[in-house]
Every structure is written in structure tokens, then in C-alpha cells.
């Protein structure tokens, strides 16, 4: 039976969810075609008509996944964005959360095309923190290297305090905390 177009896009649409709320709460490996498609509601066949490889299905989920967290995060000040993402919350749902700390591990290990998208949303988050430096009256010339530095203490904060949850439960909240007000500090209004 054929699938009419409004369908298809729905059924695409929320393989792709699927796939990257898996891909941000288990890594790449927990992504698996059979396990998106019945999460889905669909076939194999089903999933293989809108991607044609499991790297394609990874790309398209990673760059929604980017896609999300951005716009969820560009609407937020310089400090609401710093405490939002280095919060309990974020580190406890990874899989609404920015796929860079869920992620950084293993994209070294992908092809080129996840590799680029990871890289581009990567850009993409330093832009946001760029902007809400400017944002604070800080110069063009500051904000290249401040941008790139709270990104780099965010994500590796995020996937710290993730790797230290259940073993010391305190250390990984103390490390939101301290890299956020370290941060909040460095960051603020000059």
C-alpha cells in the first residue's frame, strides 16, 4: 500500500527523533536500525526507504539533534544559558539534551559525514556563546577565544559530571557547579 507524502514526511520525521534521542542517551551503538524503526512504528524496509545507510540515519539524527539543542539554547541569556546546560537536569536526560557531551567520545570513531556534522554543530554552539559575550559588551577580538574555551569547559563539564553520576554522585554535582560559576565569573559583563 502506498504511503502518501504527508505520511512519508511524518514517518521520516520521527524516525529521525527517534534515532537522535537514542543516539544522545546511549551513543551511536545504541542507535540500532531494527530498535529505531519498531520505536518508530515501522518496518525495516520502511526505515531503509528514507535512509539509505545507518551513517546516513546517524548524520540526519545528529544534525537534528543540533538542530534542537540550538534553538533551544538561542533564546537564552549568557548566564541562563550557562546554568541550563550545566544543570542536574541536563546532565540527568541526555536524550533531550546537546549531543556534543553525549557524544564526544566516540565521533572520532564515525565517518566523515558525521564527523563534519558534529564539527558544524560544534561551530554552531560556539556562535551562540559568542553571541551572548557580545551580547555583554565584550570587543570582537575577546570574544574568539572566550567563546571557544566556555565551550570546550561546558561540554567537558557535562560529560564529567555524566561519567561521575552514579559513582560519586557529589564530585558530579560539584563539577556543574563549579565550572558554571567559574565560568559565570570569566564570562560576565567586563
Avoid: W
Avoid at 3 to 17: D, G, L, P, T, Y
Avoid at 76 to 94: A, F, G, I
Avoid at 120 to 137: E, H, P, Q
Wanted: charged content about 20%.
Amino acid at each position: 500500500m502506498k504511503v502518501s507524502k504527508a505520511q512519508a514526511a511524518e514517518n521520516r520525521a520521527s524516525i529521525v527523533e527517534v534515532a537522535s534521542r537514542r543516539m544522545r542517551k546511549g551513543g551511536f551503538g545504541a542507535m540500532t536500525v531494527g530498535e529505531v524503526a519498531k520505536a518508530a512504528g515501522l518496518t525495516h524496509g520502511a526505515l531503509y526507504s528514507h535512509f539509505p545507510s545507518k551513517e546516513a540515519l546517524s548524520s540526519e539524527a545528529l544534525a537534528e539533534s543540533f538542530r534542537q539543542c540550538h534553538s533551544d539554547f538561542s533564546k537564552l541569556s549568557l548566564d541562563d544559558l550557562l546554568s541550563q546546560y550545566l544543570s542536574m537536569q541536563h546532565r540527568d536526560y541526555p536524550e533531550s539534551g546537546c549531543p556534543m557531551a553525549a557524544l564526544v567520545s566516540q565521533i572520532s570513531q564515525q565517518d566523515e559525514t558525521i564527523q563534519e556534522e558534529f564539527a558544524n554543530g560544534f561551530d554552531g554552539f560556539v556562535v551562540l556563546i559568542r553571541n551572548g559575550l557580545k551580547a555583554t559588551g565584550r570587543s570582537n577580538s575577546d570574544t574568539r577565544d572566550l567563546s571557544l574555551f566556555a565551550a570546550a569547559a561546558m561540554v567537558g563539564a557535562l560529560a564529567i559530571s555524566r561519567a561521575l553520576r552514579d559513582a560519586k554522585p557529589t564530585a558530579s554535582e560539584t563539577m556543574l557547579g563549579v565550572v558554571r560559576r567559574q565560568l559565570q565569573r570569566l564570562l560576565g559583563s567586563p
